[in-house]
């Protein structure tokens, strides 16, 4: 309790207003200087992400965001000219007869119609692209566990199959009372033993399903949230740029008991040619196990 | 039945009724709508506190990164109860209060239709909640799966799984049975004269609000009843294991959730409608118009359902109607603002406590209705679901907007309940703080939903920690402003300042509450006025 009271203190003082956001910035600038991108959101908007889709996205929110800023300016700017304007402490004199307009009624209710339709459009265009997941060059399936995530790769990668949990560090640090102040822990609570590794410049195809309660697979610089159930299997996909190669952190993003807070996804993006090594050592590890093993591990050959 | 014991039968009962029973019974054997009225609004304040102290104790842990006071388990019992008890005790029992309340007052009426009922409808309450509430002393602690009751999630709980589907269904016969009630009064007992279309705006609200609690209540304890049959007699609606779908509990569930959230936001429109011409010294700007609205908003909230869900993966077509059908409900509500800025346009506005809160309403509902808009967009729903976008946009909508008109009428028709004026200047300490707060609250989780951090989550990365500090400040100033709302009721009830009939006599209150006397007569009208 009383490291909270003393955080307040702290917070109250340390110029405030203009530390919050600045910070923000700050720190996200820091963290986009190496290779690892932790995340390129400036720390109060949407990240413009590193995917087609969520750039595509991310220009949608922005213009649906600009545009409701346009009609509440309208909108505000009338009622505060009126909170201004009519004051009875100044004398205003009620307008008693103005009871309805036909007319003015009509055009607030075409004007937002015929807004919403440019909304609509660029909308529906999108969803359509959202939803082929034809034509993936690699299909990973993504299976959501109470607290951790599957990783079992198809196609080219075919076998490579395993878990992935938050980091040890950031597990010591958040348990109650733990002691351990969680900005001295790198990526706290977005670090994990094993990231997903996925080729750029390629559609890769991720199959979502579940093995207990429904989960949601979202790191948000791909720009999409899928939920994984269990019985079924969802479809999304991400095609990261070329260059854009790095690592991005998201989390399960559907409440799925106690420690939902604690099942990051990291996705480590590398060059066609570094994705294809990585799978080659990946085979070579499982060969290995398979030949030191009594009882090999069994590879993913669920699906298909 | 216990009622015949006190009064005689029907025919010689109103002598019986002028006065109210002393002690206890006039409270456990309430039939008058006033007392009745009066439980539901304590009620409903004390629920307001309960929940309000969950959300404290969820602020404060989520004030900086890391656990600092309680288990993650018990911060999701924290997160689910304080939306059931917010939603069901708070909100919606407010409104049912302020039926209750002003139906029979502005309709000419003498008390509501069915008394009985409503006694009935009302005690369920106490004990619907105590069931809710004692679940966090039983083994395994609260619900902990969210209010949404997600299977298979929730079908995890421990043995406050039975107890809180009981108690839902408690609470949704209560409801039923006051929608009912309503109903039943405004169709029989207006003054006559009253045609429908010359009705107050909060009767119109409620008529509307009472059909959709109507249709939608026992569509969640359908629900409800299928989570129960899967976790104890092994059916399998809602498990993939046995040929189940989780996702259909998610449908059924929100196709009572969506017309839930309009049900708690319609009488807020009412109330809105009531404050802002009495105010402005105006009418209401297009009644008609308003009335229209408010109707097709209650019938789009049955077809828009799947907006909560679009991550779930749905077909294409049902993507784009669930996205269109949601849009469309910006162009009636836009509409109801639009008209409540006109009723202010060339007004003479004066700014007492009730105008403060329906202006503040007018504002900050708007901005909930902005977000409303953006998340229906679907590939950005997809970046803002489950996050605290999300969380940001629905606290907008339901505090500032539906508990903001709630305080809004309390301050409007206090006086004429009580028949004393409160303090002024502590009411508009409390709305000031009200407002600053709220926004100091919620507008930051704006940010942290976009910036990525999603709902429901005890402990964050570090790069959130600097909007969710100052969210929690807004937090705790938000809940401490509250204790004055309660002051200045207590005081209120207490005594002051004798309040005229008219009340705001400097203003036009225009409706047939403003012509008793005030305090109303416990036995509001026992001649129907004539309405010209």
Known sequence: MREIWMNVLARCTARPGSRVGVCALVTGALATGGRAVANTSNGYNLPVGVSELSVEIHDLHMKVFWICVAIAVVVFGAMIYSLVKFRHSQGAVPDTKMLHSTKVEIIWTVIPVIILVFMAVPAAETIIKIEDTTNSELSIRVTGYQWKWQFQYMDAADGVNYFSTLSQDSNFARQLHSGIDPKTVPNYLLSVDKPMVIPSGVKVRLLLTSQDVIHAFWVPDFGMKRDAIPGFINEMWIKVAPGKEGVYRGQCAELCGRDHGAMPLVVDVRTPDEFKKWVEEQKAAVKQAARTATDPPRTAQVLN | ?532
């Open chain 2, 1 to 532: 039945m216990a009622q015949t014991h006190v009064h005689a039968p029907d025919t010689a009962h109103d002598d019986h009724h002028d006065q109210p029973d002393s002690g206890i019974k006039r409270w456990l054997l309430a039939t008058n709508h006033k007392d009745i009225g009066t439980m539901y609004l304590v009620f409903s304040l004390i629920m307001f506190f309960i929940g309000g102290a969950m959300a404290m104790i969820i602020r404060a842990e989520l004030f900086q990164p890391g656990l600092q006071l309680v288990d993650p388990l018990f911060f999701n019992q924290l997160t689910t109860n304080h939306a059931l008890v917010m939603i069901f005790g708070a909100v919606m029992p407010a409104f049912v209060g302020l039926a209750n309340w002003m139906i029979p007052l502005q309709i000419g009426a003498p008390d509501m239709a069915l008394p009985r009922m409503n006694n009935f409808s009302f005690w369920l309450l106490p004990f619907a909640f105590t069931l809710l509430l004692s679940t966090f002393f039983v083994p395994g602690g609260a619900a902990a799966g969210g209010w949404t009751l997600y299977p298979p999630l929730s079908v995890q709980g421990g043995d406050s799984f039975p107890m809180v589907i009981f108690a839902i269904h408690l609470m949704g016969a209560s409801s039923i049975m006051g929608a009912i009630n309503v109903i039943v009064t405004i169709m029989n007992m207006r003054a006559p004269g009253m045609t429908l279309l010359k009705m107050p705006m909060f009767c119109w609200s409620w008529l509307i609000t009472a059909y959709l609690l109507i249709a939608v209540m026992p569509v969640l304890a359908g629900a409800v009843t299928m989570l129960l049959t899967d976790h104890f007699f092994k059916t399998s609606f809602f498990n993939a294991g046995g040929g189940g779908d989780p996702v259909m509990f998610q449908h059924i569930f929100w196709f009572f959730g969506h017309p839930e959230v309009y049900i708690m936001i319609l009488p807020a429109f009412g109330i809105v409608s009531e404050i802002l011409p009495t105010f402005s010294r105006k009418p209401l700007f297009g009644t008609d118009s308003m009335i229209y609205a408010i109707a097709s908003i209650a019938f789009l909230s049955f077809i828009v359902w799947a907006h909560h869900m679009f991550t779930v993966g749905m077909p294409l077509a049902a993507q784009m109607f669930f996205m269109l059908s949601t849009m469309l409900i910006a162009v009636p509500t836009g509409v109801k603002v639009f008209n409540w800025t006109a009723t202010m346009w060339r007004g003479s506005l004066s700014f007492e406590p009730p105008m403060l809160f329906a202006i503040s309403f007018l504002f900050l509902f708007t901005i909930g209705g902005f977000s409303g808009v953006m998340l229906a967009i679907v590939p950005a729903d997809f970046q803002y679901q489950d996050t605290y976008f999300v969380v940001a946009h629905f606290h907008y909508v339901l505090v500032p907007g539906a508990v903001f008109a709630i305080m809004g009428a309390v301050y409007y028709w206090l006086p004429k309940w009580t028949g004393h004026m409160y303090s002024m200047t502590l009411a508009k300490t409390h709305f000031w703080l009200s407002t600053i707060f709220v926004n100091v609250l919620f507008f930051p989780q704006h940010f942290l939903g976009l910036a990525g951090m999603p709902r429901r989550i005890p402990d964050y990365a570090v790069q959130f920690a600097d909007w969710n500090a100052v969210s929690s400040i807004g937090a705790f100033g938000f809940g401490l402003s509250q204790i004055l709302f309660a002051i200045v009721i207590i005081q209120c009830v207490r005594g002051g300042q004798k309040a005229t009939a008219e009340v705001w006599g400097g203003a036009t209150p225009t409706g047939l509450e403003w012509t008793l006397p005030s305090p109303a007569p416990y036995h509001s009208f026992t001649v129907q006025p004539q309405v010209p």
